[in-house]
C-alpha cells in the first residue's frame, strides 16, 4: 500500500467511525433512518462509470471502499454534505455535465469537471485533465461557474467532513482540555472560498456570509482543542485569513 492510499485508509476508518459515534447518540432516530457504512470492498466499480472516464489511482481506491446508504455530513462548513460513491457517481453529473430530460451534454459545464460530492447544490469536483485529486468547488446560481481550488487533494477534502458543525463543540467530561476560540480576520487569499466557508458555517445565503466577511474578526469556532485543530486544517487549505486564541475554561463557558 502506497504512502496516499495508507492516508486515504486512515481517514476512511475516520469517517467510519464518526457515522457510529453520530448512530450511538440516538439509536432510536437512527434504527428508523439508518445511515450505512459497509464493511466491504466494491471490486468492480467499471458498471457504473463511462469508458471515457480515466480516474486518478487514489480516487479509484476510494470509490471501491467508501460503500454506504443514507449518509450525507452535516459538519464543518457542510450543510448536507453528499460524498457520491460508485454507485451514484453517473447519476451525480445529471444537472451540472449532463441534462437528463433533454439527454445533452451541458455546454457550459467544464468537460473535464467530474462531481464526486455536492452541498446544496453547490458542486465538488475533480479534474480529470491534471491527473490528480485536487478539489474544485463553485458557488451555484450565479450564471456561471466560477471554480476555484476548494483542496489540494481528496484526503484533505474528506477530512474536512470530519470538523465539528457549530461554533461551540458539547464540553468534554475531562475539564482539562485546552479551548480556543477562532476568528476569520480578512478576506484571505481567495475571498470567494471565505464566503463559501461562511456560508456553510452559519447556514446562510450567499449574500449573509458576504455582509459577514465585513465584520471581522468574526467569531467562527468555540470549543477544545480538537476541533480547533481540525477547523484549522480546513482554513489553512482554503488560505483563509484567520486567528486562533487559547481562552480559559471559564471563558468558554459564559
Same mark, same amino acid.
Given at each position: ?21 453520530? #448512530? ?71 444537472? +451540472? ?26 458542486? +465538488? ?33 474528506? #477530512? ?22 477562532? +476568528? ?30 465585513? #465584520? ?25 485569513? +484567520? ?12
Amino acid at each position: 500500500m502506497n504512502e496516499l492510499n495508507s492516508e486515504l485508509e486512515v481517514v476512511i476508518e475516520k469517517m467510519r467511525s464518526f457515522i457510529e459515534e453520530i #448512530q450511538e447518540q440516538d439509536p432510536e432516530f437512527y434504527a428508523v433512518y439508518p445511515m450505512v457504512f459497509h464493511d466491504q470492498i466494491e471490486n468492480d466499480i467499471s458498471r457504473f462509470m463511462d469508458s471515457h472516464w480515466r480516474l486518478p489511482d487514489e480516487y479509484i481506491y476510494f470509490l471501491k471502499r467508501y460503500v454506504v446508504e443514507g449518509i450525507t455530513w452535516r459538519t464543518g462548513a457542510y450543510i448536507n454534505l453528499q460524498i457520491l460513491g460508485a454507485r451514484d457517481l453517473v447519476r451525480g453529473q445529471e444537472g +451540472y455535465h449532463y441534462n437528463p430530460v433533454t439527454e445533452e451534454v451541458i455546454l457550459d459545464w467544464p468537460p473535464h469537471y467530474l462531481v464526486i460530492a455536492t452541498d446544496e447544490g453547490d458542486p +465538488y469536483c475533480i479534474d480529470l485533465s491534471r491527473e490528480d485529486t485536487a478539489i474544485f468547488t463553485a458557488y451555484h446560481g450565479t450564471g456561471s461557474w466560477d471554480f476555484t481550488m476548494a483542496y489540494d487533494n481528496l484526503v484533505a477534502f474528506l #477530512q474536512s467532513v470530519l470538523v465539528p458543525s457549530s461554533l461551540e463543540e458539547e464540553q468534554p467530561e475531562d475539564h482539562s482540555y485546552d479551548y480556543y476560540e477562532m +476568528y476569520i480576520t480578512g478576506d484571505g487569499k481567495d475571498k470567494l472560498k471565505t464566503i463559501l466557508l461562511l456560508k456553510k458555517i452559519f447556514s446562510c445565503d450567499y449574500t449573509q456570509a458576504r455582509i459577514l466577511l465585513e #465584520q471581522t474578526p468574526l467569531l467562527i469556532f468555540r470549543g477544545a482543542e480538537t476541533g480547533a485543530l481540525k477547523l484549522e486544517q480546513v482554513l489553512k487549505g482554503i488560505s483563509a485569513g +484567520y486567528q486562533i486564541k487559547k481562552i480559559s475554561l471559564a471563558e468558554f463557558l459564559k
